[in-house]
């Protein structure tokens, strides 16, 4: 998953992030146990990273040796896991932090930054089949280099089980044992931790799901005629367009540029936007085809660009997955296509290219899109990027109806 800058820009010769290192943070001057090593036996392949040693963590140079540390054994024993035996823990930072009191306190993004070369290495080591992230900080190691959104907080990132294809490990974040100490014992919380734990230790009997590449999965093509008239058969179909902004009113400055169509969940066609009388008529009979049945994500973006452009009446429109989304789980931030193609298929961000062109400085504005079009090959990013988006909605789409139950 690509970040703001190339590993090639980050890193240095020893896998070390570029500006953070154990120099650079100083815990390990003023700790018992410096730079303290993952421990477990690792019977079941399951790595816990907890946030930072604490006290008896340092004593002992030794993760989950203090209060936390036997909530989280408890917990994990009632669920049939020996925390030591059956897993290996570390935490997102290994040397303890302290305040100018000297008592335990959180970890700074900067200190997490420094560490995060530490954690890595340890995946690569240990190669979990399940890695559990306890709390904000290890989310913070795991995605704050990578997710280039808003990365948000353990409550929008816990209950998934993240099929990551970096480490070929399904990542699960939950809450911190501190946090869920800080609840009413009967809380919600309390049943969200457990469900959460229960999902990421069944996980470890499960084998990593097999991918294929998702690029290879996609046709771009000109022949614009044979793409429209090889999806306008029945079927339940997904489609994407990209355009010249967020809102189309402004008809003498907008235009579509590209659309892509997907009817299975292992291909997608991405055309440049019809332009002549005979292409638009063939796009509109495919789009109003009673016997096509249309998937979107936010649908009412290609609903509203396609009528005030082209009033093309987009029919039957069968399901949104924006709005299914939103309805199996209502958390703040995770109804973006981006969001749900990673912590459901492991797809890393695959807009990072393209994004920059598609911004504008207003909701009616127009955007940078057809500096895209200028060149062969940067045109062609712009349609695996538009084939992706079909792809992804069509696959979330069969994933969500199940779940829903109409499929």
């Known amino acids: 998953m690509k970040g703001f800058f190339s590993k090639e820009q980050t890193t240095k010769a020893d896998g070390q992030m570029k500006g ?28 816990v990273i907890g946030e930072a040693p604490g006290e008896d963590e340092d004593r002992r140079s030794k993760p989950w040796q203090g209060k936390m540390g036997k909530v989280l054994q408890k917990k ?25 009191k000297g008592a335990n306190r959180p970890p700074t993004d900067q200190e997490i930054a420094c560490c995060r070369s530490k954690v890595v290495t340890a995946i690569k080591q240990y190669q979990p089949k399940v890695i559990i992230l306890q709390g904000g900080a290890p989310l913070s190691t ?33 809450f911190h044992p501190s946090y869920i100490e800080r609840q009413e014992k009967e809380s919600e ?67 579509i540029v590209s659309i892509s169509f997907c009817n299975n969940e292992e291909e997608a066609w991405a055309i440049p936007f019809p332009k002549t009388k005979k292409e638009l008529k063939l796009l509109k009979k495919l789009l109003e085809n009673p016997e096509v049945k249309k998937i979107a994500a936010n649908m009412k973006y290609e609903d509203n660009w396609l009528t005030v452009l082209h009033n093309i009446r987009t029919s039957p429109w069968l399901f949104d997955t924006m709005q299914a989304s939103h309805i199996l789980d209502n958390r703040h931030g995770i109804t973006s296509l981006s969001f ?34 200028k060149g062969k090959a940067s045109f062609r990013k712009l349609l695996l990027y538009n084939g992706i988006d079909s792809l992804m909605t069509f696959r979330l789409a069969m994933a969500q109806m199940k779940e829903v139950g109409i499929a």
């Open 189 to 255: 919380v309390h049943a969200l931790w457990q469900d959460d734990l229960e999902q990421a230790i069944k996980k470890a009997g499960e084998p990593f799901p097999e991918y294929k590449d998702e690029e290879k999965c996609i046709v771009t093509t000109d022949d614009i005629e044979g793409t429209l008239r090889k999806f306008n058969t029945p079927s339940m179909m997904a489609f994407d367009i990209e355009t010249t902004g967020l809102k189309p009113y402004d008809t003498s400055s907008h235009q």
């Open 142 to 174: 795991m995605f704050g280099d990578k997710w280039t959104g808003e990365l948000g907080g353990i409550t929008k990132w816990r209950g998934w089980a993240i099929p990551d294809r970096e480490y070929r490990a399904w990542i699960c974040p939950t």
């Open 76 to 100: 994990y024993k009632q669920l049939g896991i020996d925390l030591f035996e059956d897993c290996v823990s570390l935490n997102a930072i290994n040397c303890r932090p302290v305040d100018d």
């Open 20 to 47: 953070y290192s154990c120099a650079t943070c100083g815990l390990y001057k003023y700790t018992l146990s410096p730079k303290m090593n993952p421990y477990g036996k690792f019977k079941k392949g399951i790595m």
């Open 340 to 373: 749900q193609s990673y912590v459901r298929f492991g797809v890393p961000e695959y807009d990072q290219e393209v994004s920059p062109y598609l911004k504008s400085s207003d909701s009616h504005g127009v955007n940078r899109i057809m500096e895209l079009t």
